[in-house]
């Protein structure tokens, strides 16, 4: 299997469990975060962070735009910036625009996934900007961390959803729901 299959069917698959997830939250629900312990998003930060987990990433490793201004580097940042703290990070208005901005995700991805073509998915070696100076993977590889980046946020959403005490499973989880 290619790298261009791997990530076109692992970003399917990721994106149709989160959309699917998506759909039980209610717009009334977007403020709620764990009631226990620190540093929690609110649900509506934890979908805003969805909707570029991945695509977004994916366009950073082939294009090297991680969205910075220009002579900023990422890794220059100070901890604070870098991971700020979740109070913080911005969040959806609705579960709608939480979608819709899903969609451009997913579809960003697979265009950027189709651009890099195979050749550079295997062969090219790229760093992410918050590793270590000299840390390199594949291309094809970093974007499949991506595509794990926006699942283990799915996984959030799952169990943010059942401490609210929706009716989700395992089913849900994986989309087959």
């Known amino acids: 299997m290619t790298f261009t299959e791997l990530l076109n069917h692992w970003i399917a698959e990721?994106?149709?469990a989160t959309d699917g997830l998506m759909k039980l939250v209610d717009d009334a629900d977007l403020?709620?975060?764990?009631?226990?312990?620190?540093?929690?998003?609110?649900?509506g930060q934890v979908l805003h962070h969805l909707t570029n987990a991945c695509g977004a990433c994916c366009r950073g490793f082939a294009t090297g735009d991680w969205g910075m201004?220009?002579?900023?580097?990422?890794?220059?940042?100070?901890?604070?910036?870098?991971?700020?703290?979740?109070?913080?990070?911005?969040?959806?208005?609705?579960?709608?625009?939480?979608?819709?901005?899903?969609?451009?995700?997913r579809l960003l991805a697979?265009?950027?996934?189709?651009?890099?073509?195979?050749?550079?998915?295997?062969?090219?070696?790229?760093?992410a900007p918050w590793d270590p100076p000299g840390m390199q993977s594949?291309?094809?590889?970093?974007?499949?961390?991506?595509?794990?980046?926006?699942?283990?946020?799915?996984?959030?959403?799952?169990?943010?959803?059942?401490?609210q005490g929706k009716n989700v499973n395992t089913m849900h989880l994986y989309g087959a729901a």
């Open 31 to 43: 403020s709620w975060k764990p009631a226990t312990g620190t540093n929690w998003m609110t649900t």
């Open 14 to 16: 990721a994106y149709k």
């Open 138 to 163: 594949r291309l094809g590889e970093q974007m499949l961390g991506m595509v794990s980046h926006l699942l283990h946020h799915k996984s959030q959403l799952f169990y943010y959803l059942k401490l």
């Open 69 to 105: 201004p220009e002579g900023v580097e990422m890794r220059d940042l100070p901890p604070e910036q870098m991971m700020p703290p979740a109070e913080t990070l911005p969040a959806v208005a609705s579960v709608a625009e939480a979608r819709r901005l899903l969609e451009e995700d």
């Open 110 to 127: 697979l265009r950027v996934v189709k651009d890099a073509g195979e050749t550079r998915l295997e062969n090219e070696m790229v760093a």
